[in-house]
């Protein structure tokens, strides 16, 4: 009883409650009788979810067969996404269905960088310039993959083009009903790559040690579940299991390489701006960074993970304007990162931002972290004009502030509003 809490040392507490901490503490301990059929009904439950899951995505790519699919990957594609884009493709090759991974916005986080090209990871940049010139009647089927098209720029034109959606496997919380063929959305699981672990452990694909190309996509995966859950320190028993399995796989001198990437002067630009203009309010850091370019976007989410890390900060978000030159974008991308077990990244964020006039959320999360991007549409460009780039960042910049500040410490007086 020794190595029980202070605050749990109350006698009175109750047996269950010390049982459940020591269990949780000291694995292999004995738990209450009415603990293990709980759970054991629980896990039951969930093999017969997953077996029947299996047996839908199997008869999906029966259906398929011969087929090409489209797997549309999120503008800025991160290692969840990527390995778990790549495993689908791996397993759809063995029903004769050949997949393109797509993304039409940047490769931007230095680690990802490092990830396709260390890996040779097939993936493809198509503009939505480009996807107009395509024949997409190629394609039978879009894939959406770490994500349910709200991320991603080509949807809107993809789907307009009457392409089908065969699957959607994602972790993220639902974000609007799609009609896909096959559907795999687990916002309780922390990775996308856990749930393609799974897919290949239930028998999907048999990988092979000695073949190249799954060694790397294990990696890929392995990088892909870890970056998901902040280097295992968030992950569940689920994600233990698949990163268990993947240990028979992977290389752990690639995952090295690709994790010894380091920043780029940009990425530290980032961050040293983000320090420089944070606001502190109920333990949030509020930070807006101003303009970036467009292949940096992925600094956004790395200030983020810096400024949670400041003493009495649980929860940071950063946000600034990512522009491309070449194609007048512009759009204002934010990042949550959170340590407070109680805030929900996907309710926070719908709350703060709301919807567009089309009824689409700004952004959503996942367990612990959560973007959202905020179209700058007719304001976009000019920016020459160093007047009028101040202004339209002025205006951006209040406003989510208004509308953060509003949700984190809501003053019911208007009187006081100021
Ligand atoms: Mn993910």
């Given at each position: 009883?020794?190595?029980?809490?202070?605050?749990?040392?109350?006698?009175?507490?109750?047996?269950?409650?010390?049982?459940?901490?020591?269990?949780?503490?000291?694995?292999?301990?004995?738990?209450?009788?009415a603990e293990v059929v709980s759970e054991d009904n629980h896990a039951s439950h969930r093999e017969e979810l997953h077996d029947r899951k299996i047996e839908q995505l199997r008869q999906m790519f029966d259906r398929h067969k011969g087929n090409r699919h489209l797997i549309l990957l999120q503008d800025f594609p991160d290692p969840d996404a990527l390995s778990s884009a790549w495993a689908y493709k791996l397993i759809a090759e063995q029903y004769d269905i050949q997949c393109e991974m797509i993304y039409a916005g940047a490769l931007s986080h230095q680690e990802?960088?490092?990830?396709?090209?260390?890996?040779?990871?097939?993936?493809?940049?198509?503009?939505?310039?480009?996807?107009?010139?395509?024949?997409?009647?190629?394609?039978?089927?879009?894939?959406?993959?770490?994500?349910?098209?709200t991320t991603c720029n080509l949807t809107e034109f993809i789907l307009g083009a009457g392409v089908p959606i065969a699957a959607v496997i994602d972790h993220h919380s639902l974000q609007g009903e799609m009609n896909a063929d096959f559907t795999d959305l687990r916002p309780e699981i922390r990775a996308t790559a856990t749930i393609f672990t799974e897919y290949l452990q239930a028998g999907m694909l048999t990988l092979d040690g000695n073949v190249s190309q799954h060694v790397k996509c294990a990696t890929a995966l392995m990088h892909g579940l870890r970056s998901d859950t902040?280097?295992?320190?968030?992950?569940?028993?689920?994600?233990?299991?698949?990163?268990?399995?993947?240990?028979?796989f992977y290389d752990p001198q690639l995952l090295n390489a690709v994790l010894q990437s380091s920043r780029s002067k940009w990425v530290m630009d980032a961050i040293e701006r983000s320090l420089k203009h944070r606001i502190l309010q109920n333990n949030f850091s509020i930070a807006g960074i101003g303009y970036l370019r467009y292949d940096d976007r992925d600094s956004i989410p790395q200030a983020?993970?810096?400024?949670?890390?400041?003493?009495?900060?649980?929860?940071?978000?950063?946000?600034?304007?990512?522009?491309?030159?070449?194609?007048?974008?512009?759009?204002?991308?934010?990042?949550?990162?959170?340590?407070?077990?109680?805030?929900?990244?996907?309710?926070?964020?719908?709350?703060?931002?709301?919807?567009?006039?089309?009824?689409?959320?700004?952004?959503?999360?996942?367990?612990?972290?959560?973007?959202?991007?905020?179209?700058?549409?007719?304001?976009?460009g000019g920016n020459e004009n160093s007047d009028y780039a101040r202004h339209k960042w002025e205006v951006f910049d209040a406003k989510i502030k208004h509308k953060l500040l509003n949700l984190i410490s809501p003053k019911d007086n208007p009187v006081y509003d100021h």
């Open positions: 009883m020794k190595d029980h809490p202070p605050n749990n040392s109350d006698e009175t507490s109750g047996n269950r409650e010390a049982e459940v901490v020591l269990s949780a503490s000291a694995p292999g301990k004995r738990r209450s009788k990802n960088i490092a990830l396709v090209k260390l890996t040779g990871l097939p993936l493809q940049r198509w503009t939505l310039e480009m996807t107009k010139t395509k024949d997409l009647s190629a394609y039978q089927g879009c894939v959406f993959i770490d994500n349910q098209g902040n280097a295992l320190r968030q992950a569940e028993e689920e994600d233990f299991l698949a990163a268990a399995y993947l240990s028979r983020a993970d810096f400024l949670v890390t400041e003493e009495n900060v649980h929860t940071a978000v950063v946000y600034g304007i990512v522009h491309d030159k070449d194609e007048e974008i512009e759009v204002v991308i934010g990042s949550l990162r959170t340590n407070k077990l109680t805030l929900d990244p996907d309710e926070f964020i719908k709350e703060a931002f709301g919807q567009d006039a089309q009824g689409r959320f700004f952004g959503g999360g996942r367990s612990q972290a959560g973007g959202f991007e905020i179209p700058v549409g007719f304001l976009s």
